[in-house]
C-alpha cells in the first residue's frame, strides 16, 4: 500500500495577535524545562511518595515538613522540639534549592492543637526576621507518624 501525502503551502501572517500566541505557548513549554525536584540527605526523609521539595522556574514548593531526625523518626519532647525540628529541616531543603527563609513567601503550619501556636511564634523569631512571611495556621485531626506539627513552606529562588 502506498500513501502518499499532499504539502500544501500556504503564507503565514503574522499578526501581532498571532505573535503573542506563539510567545504564550513558547514560554509554556520553557517554563516546563525549568521544572527540577529537590531532596537532601539533610533534612529527614519523606514519609510517603512525593519530593520534599518541587522547584519550578524563580519559585520552589516545599512539601509539608515534620520534626524528623535523619532516621525519619520524630524528635522527642513534643511541639517545642518539633517545630524547632522541622523548621531546620526546611533549612536545609531551601539550601539545597538555592533559597532561604529570607525568601520564603508563604507558610503553611498544621497543629495537632492549636494551643501550640504560642509556641510556634515563639520558634519562629529563632528563624525568621520581620519582615515576616505571610502564614496560615490550622488545627488539623491527625498529622502523620502523630507528630505535632506540620509546615508547608513556598519560597522564592534567591538569584
Known amino acids: 500500500m ?9 503564507p503565514v501572517i503574522c499578526t501581532p495577535s498571532l ?19 529537590v531532596s537532601t540527605n539533610l533534612a529527614g526523609p519523606a514519609v510517603g511518595v512525593y ?8 519559585t520552589v514548593y516545599l512539601s509539608g515538613t515534620l520534626g524528623l531526625d535523619s ?3 520524630l524528635v522527642e519532647g513534643g ?7 522541622a523548621l531546620e529541616n526546611i533549612k536545609h531543603v531551601l539550601e539545597a534549592s538555592q533559597s532561604s527563609f529570607s ?5 503553611t503550619v498544621l497543629l495537632a492543637d492549636i494551643k501550640d501556636g504560642p509556641t510556634v511564634n515563639e520558634i519562629y523569631k529563632q528563624f525568621f526576621v520581620p519582615p515576616y512571611p505571610a502564614r ?9 507518624l502523630d507528630a505535632k506539627v506540620e509546615i508547608e513552606v513556598i ?3 534567591n538569584k
Open 51 to 58: 519530593s520534599q521539595a518541587v522547584k519550578y522556574g524563580d
Open 2 to 10: 502506498f500513501i502518499s501525502r499532499l504539502t500544501v503551502r500556504t
Open 155 to 157: 519560597a522564592a529562588v
Open 103 to 107: 525568601s520564603i513567601v508563604k507558610t
Open 136 to 144: 496560615a495556621m490550622f488545627q488539623v485531626a491527625k498529622l502523620p
Open 79 to 85: 511541639a517545642g522540639p518539633e517545630i524547632k525540628k
Open 19 to 37: 505573535l503573542t500566541v506563539l510567545k504564550k505557548r513558547f514560554e509554556v513549554f520553557a517554563a516546563m524545562s525549568q521544572l527540577s525536584h
Open 71 to 73: 532516621t525519619g523518626k
